[in-house]
């Protein structure tokens, strides 16, 4: 194993301001590291608001196994719009911003890379695919490691109150594994243990570790955000949208985890998953695998990330933890993000390869009609990701080796 306690001595930079970014910030200068942090107008207007002035105070429950938590108001070395002035003199940059955001940042960021730079990717949401493919449009050809993870390190939200956001993140439940990859998988190894180093990793690096994923594109698999996410939202629209006006008091009580998630609604997700697996098969990457019966219980698939191996939580018990999780809206990223990158890359994946998707094809076309969006047009492609000409040995030998077939 390379040692790289290297990275102790500089400072790490957040790219993206939201919810998940400030909270990986705030937790790793709580960690005792130097941060600087960025967000892009307009978003920045708001994310880095009076950030100077106030911190950042990470509360909440916390979940997880091991009971790991981490508290108090964290102030950032750098609060900045400018990428360049965020990542100069840093070797961890950790990219936390949605997939939709992914393209600003990286047309600001390649200009600015350094040899030696590790960027994480946080979700990983095809973004070391689209980072190393507009590297190679931009003619850069730094030495850096770059790889994403399965998930983020949390559950996290904003405290508001009346529409207004406190300077506070509260974390529902915090990971104690994660699945994470490099591309290409020649410099995993690295990427791994580089994550030792990121202070918002410490509940997995003391709880159940990191793991390998088989490439890249087996981090995209292993997302569970668009199995859990669009069928719970889609499915339970209704109970939803009559939260807080026939059912109860308060909409900011809903949550798909305990007010919408039941045996049928299992039963869809449990499915959708096998066509993901189905598709990784075909490619012959990985994918993380789950036992049927995990699906059908309140924190489905995303139970293990925090509780480990066993959890349970019945349909016949409330789940607690998860009241407030929303989400309120059908405008929201468990469907305008969920379904155009995680639900139409499946699809894009499905035609190249001969996989029937239709389960998943037809959360794109429902989430598009409550939306008011065509996702099959605006949807992540396979070209956008630099890999719609290759066929299975080409992919496989570009996500292990690096090496790019024209």
């Known amino acids: 194993m390379k040692d790289m306690s290297y990275l102790k001595d500089y400072p790490i930079a957040i790219l993206g301001a939201g919810a998940v970014g400030q909270t990986v910030g705030a937790d790793c200068v709580l960690a005792g590291q130097k941060v600087n942090i960025c967000d892009l107008p307009p978003f920045s207007k708001t994310t880095l608001k009076d950030l100077d002035k106030t911190g950042l105070t990470i509360e909440g429950k916390q979940m997880n ?82 790889g994403g993870w399965s998930s983020a390190p949390y559950g996290t939200r904003f405290v508001s109150e009346g529409g207004i956001n406190i300077p506070k993140v509260a974390p529902i439940y915090r990971a104690i594994t994660l699945r994470g990859a490099a591309l ?18 410490d509940a997995i690096t003391q709880g159940e570790g990191a793991v390998g994923g088989n490439t890249v594109m087996d981090i995209g698999f292993s997302n569970v955000n668009p199995v859990i996410h669009v069928p719970g939202t889609v499915l339970g629209a209704s109970t939803m949208e009559n939260w807080g006006v026939i059912y109860g008091d308060n909409k ?26 189905a598709l990784a ?86 989430g598009g009609v409550m939306t008011g969006k065509d996702f099959y047009k605006t949807g992540l492609t396979l070209e956008e990701l630099g890999i719609a000409h290759m066929n299975k040995e080409q992919m496989l030998k570009y996500l292990n080796e690096g090496v790019y077939t024209e």
């Open 184 to 201: 290409p998988t020649t410099d995993q190894e690295e990427f791994l243990e580089s994550s030792k180093y990121i202070g918002s990793f």
């Open 65 to 146: 196994r091991y009971g790991f938590y981490r508290g108090g108001t964290a102030h950032f070395d750098l609060i900045t719009e400018d990428v360049a002035e965020c990542v100069k003199g840093c070797k961890l940059v950790i990219v936390c911003t949605p997939a939709l955001g992914h393209r600003p940042f990286f047309e600001k960021l390649i200009p600015a890379l350094e040899d030696g730079m590790i960027v994480h990717m946080i979700p990983d949401n095809y973004g070391s695919l689209r980072l190393r493919k507009m590297m190679r449009e931009a003619g850069c050809d730094k030495k850096i490691i770059v």
């Open 252 to 277: 900011y009580d809903y949550s798909i985890y305990s007010h919408t998630f039941c045996p049928s609604v299992s039963e869809v997700q449990y499915h959708f998953y096998q066509e993901e697996v």
């Open 281 to 366: 098969e075909a490619m012959g990457v990985g994918i993380q695998p789950f036992d049927h019966d995990i699906f059908f219980q309140r924190t489905s698939v995303l139970g293990p990330e925090y509780m480990g191996e066993g959890v349970n939580v019945p349909f016949t018990e409330q789940w607690t933890t998860g009241f407030g999780t929303g989400p309120f809206t059908i405008q929201n990223r468990y469907v305008t993000e969920d379904v155009p990158i995680g639900c139409h890359v499946y699809h894009e994946l499905g035609k190249h390869f001969g996989v029937p998707t239709p389960i998943i094809d037809s959360f794109i076309t429902l």
